[in-house]
């Protein structure tokens, strides 16, 4: 039975693969079925980054969700995600990379399915925290073009230095493509506050990545440990889950295991 159907601009957070979600039967426990996994991209990216992962996933028989993040801010963000979350029955694991991080931390807190959090370069804010707060201790600003519009502005990278910025472990073809078709965020993604530190009830795992420019490992280190994550490292840039689907899927899935 299906449940209820519900920065400054030069510190925005970042990048974080469309499949077909397959509910679960509220018996998903007793019956042994894998947990679903709901995958949550960053800024400046869209839900086709997760493609390799998902592929992975889907041939270990995970049911997937990726979702459109709608990058307009952190607190309407993390409300519109949860509202997806309470249409899949069964256990969850919640995946962000990057701004997606900052999402999951604040939607996990809305449903009780979400058995694990699993953080892919991803920002784990503090209650009260902003990710401008946090990408302020990170690497130097990321080059970006702002647009003005209705509600504020948006900002996406300057697609002569996306692949420098974030995606240098990726083919020069592909990077180009991920630039392309890069998704503005709205600055509000670094000025709101987090309202909810979800890590501190639900396990969670992080995995760093080390060849990053635009996280910094060690700020993505600090903010791994003081959530309590499990964590693992890395050779990646920040675009992990394009360069390297294969660590990103076998973190998933300890998660996923442990959330059975």
Avoid: C
């Avoid at 469309?18 to 709901?38: I, Q, R, Y």
């Avoid at 256990?91 to 699993?118: E, F, M, Q, R, W």
């Avoid at 707060?133 to 209705?150: E, G, N, Q, R």
């Amino acid at each position: 039975m299906l449940r209820r159907a519900a920065l400054a601009v030069g510190a925005l957070a970042l990048i974080g693969a469309t499949a077909p979600g397959v509910a679960m039967a509220d018996s998903a426990k007793s019956t042994g079925a894998k947990p679903t996994v709901v995958l949550v991209h960053g800024a400046w990216a869209e839900s086709s980054s997760w493609s390799s992962v998902v592929e992975r996933l889907r041939k270990d028989g995970y049911p997937v969700r990726a979702l459109a993040n709608p990058l307009q801010g952190l607190t309407s963000d993390s409300a519109y995600v949860s509202s997806y979350l309470a249409a899949i029955d069964g256990p969850l694991v919640l995946v962000g990379h990057s701004y997606g991080g900052a999402v999951i931390t604040n939607s996990a807190v809305s449903d009780p399915d979400v058995k694990a959090l699993v953080y892919i370069a991803g920002f784990i804010p503090a209650k009260g925290e902003t990710v401008g707060d946090l990408a302020a201790k990170s690497s130097p600003a990321i080059p970006l073009v702002t647009t003005t519009v209705p509600d504020g502005a948006e900002v996406s990278i300057d697609p002569a230095h996306f692949r420098e910025s974030f995606a240098g472990d990726v083919d020069k073809t592909t990077a180009a493509t991920l630039a392309t078709v890069q998704r503005p965020a709205n600055t509000k993604a670094v000025t709101d506050a987090s309202e909810k530190e979800a890590y501190r009830t639900i396990p969670s795992w992080s995995l760093i990545t080390r060849q990053d420019q635009a996280i910094a490992p060690d700020l993505q280190r600090f903010m791994s440990k003081r959530a309590g994550a499990r964590v693992e490292e890395v050779s990646a840039s920040h675009a992990v889950m394009v360069s390297r689907p294969d660590a990103v899927t076998n973190l998933i899935e300890k998660a996923a295991r442990s959330a059975r």
